[in-house]
């Protein structure tokens, strides 16, 4: 009679039998199975990587004329750091310093050298020195009928200096800086009638409207960078950087 009180409390306070958590096992088990599996699908992934790879093209089609706007930019300032060394050298070390632009080398060049050598070489002089040209830049004809900056030529010439006060035929591609500063024909730098004005220019093949010029004053070898605009109401004009 014990025994039987005993189980009919344990009843009464809410106990379960070994039928009832039997059960309650099997739910909560199948609760689990029915859990969907993390990660991701297929089509998901496809998803993911065809919108990667959409934003690549773009982003790099977008890139290109940046690209290719900072490789001129970049000839442009190798001209006018080329012609200054070549100045300031000729100037500090009291000789003479030629400047020949090519244009049959691949990339183009500006060739800097000292006249002396040898014994007669100023000491700690600067040996020859090439710039090169990025690869898609090279010195080029401006667009025609485009006026050449400061009158130097017609602007038919991509490599033109030589224009003097006895001469006006152009179209060479080497002057010299002298130790008094002036650009002249003659690496002897005999004096006013070898003053050297002339101009070069430089641009990418079918890209007209970002071309650059920089030009040499021969009586006191001044530098002057340009670029050329393209005008509202057709053609092209040289303005100053």
């Known amino acids: 009679m014990r025994e ?14 070994l039928p009832q958590m039997h059960m309650r096992s099997l739910k909560t088990n199948a609760r689990h199975r029915r859990r969907p599996a993390s990660g991701f699908s297929l089509v998901e992934m496809i998803t993911v990587v065809a919108i990667t790879l959409t934003v690549s093209v773009i982003s790099v089609v977008s ?21 200054r060394q070549a100045r300031d050298n000729a100037v500090s070390q009291r000789t003479a310093y030629s400047v020949t632009f090519s244009s049959t080398a691949t990339p183009n060049t500006i060739t800097v050298a000292p006249t002396l050598t040898g014994a007669l070489a100023f000491q700690g002089d600067q040996s020859t020195f090439t710039y090169q040209y990025p690869t898609d830049v090279s ?6 009928g485009t006026a050449a900056p400061d009158s130097f030529g017609t602007g ?7 224009y003097t006060a006895t001469s006006s035929t152009g179209g060479a591609t080497t002057f ?11 690496s002897t730098c005999a004096g006013t009638g070898n003053w050297d004005n ?11 409207g970002s071309d650059r010029a920089v030009d040499v004053w021969g009586g006191t070898g001044r530098i002057r960078g340009w670029r050329l605009y393209p005008q509202t109401g057709g053609g092209y004009q040289w303005l100053r950087q």
Do not use: R, W
């Open 4 to 17: 039987s009180k005993v189980m009919i409390s344990f009843h009464e306070a809410g106990e379960l039998s």
């Open 63 to 83: 890139l290109v004329p940046l690209l290719k706007a900072q490789h001129e930019t970049n000839a442009y300032n190798t001209t006018i750091a080329a012609l």
């Open 139 to 144: 010195f080029m004809v401006p667009p025609s």
């Open 156 to 162: 038919s010439v991509s490599i033109d200096f030589g």
């Open 176 to 186: 010299y800086f002298c130790p008094d500063g002036s650009a002249q024909t003659l």
């Open 198 to 208: 002339g101009v070069v220019y430089l641009g990418e093949s079918g890209n007209a």
